[in-house]
Nanobody
């Protein structure tokens, strides 16, 4: 059973930084496309960034140049470094995984997701 647990959210001022982490259980990253998604109140879920099996990174236009997705193999975690945060980055952030494909990432349509961690920029 795939389990994903996010941490690192919080309240930060505009221009500040946060680092989110996702701990995974019972699977390695080698066969999965891993990603981060977010959902703001009253808005659709949207893809933020993905890390594909071959190391390819993808970012949404709204976060490109400010956010960095990475994995720590020693700790078996997926991370999202968020810099230059804006109020519009506020939302619930989810770690997610999809077996062997990143298809659907822009709409956050991955079958495995964590419970989320709240990020508030204000």
């Amino acid at each position: 059973h795939v389990q994903l647990v996010e941490s690192g959210g919080g309240l930060v001022q505009p221009g500040g930084s946060l680092r989110l982490s996702c701990a995974a259980s019972e699977f390695t990253y080698s066969g999965y496309c891993m990603g981060w998604f977010r959902q703001a109140p009253g808005k659709e879920r949207e893809g933020v960034a993905t890390l594909d099996r071959d190391g390819t990174l993808s970012y949404s236009d709204s976060v490109k140049g400010r956010f960095t997705i990475s994995k720590d193999n020693a700790k078996n975690t997926l991370n999202l470094q968020m810099n230059s945060l804006k109020p519009e980055d506020t939302g619930m952030y989810y770690c997610a995984a999809n077996w062997r494909t990143c298809s659907g990432w822009l709409t956050g349509d991955f079958p495995y997701r964590g419970q989320g961690t709240q990020v508030t920029v204000s």
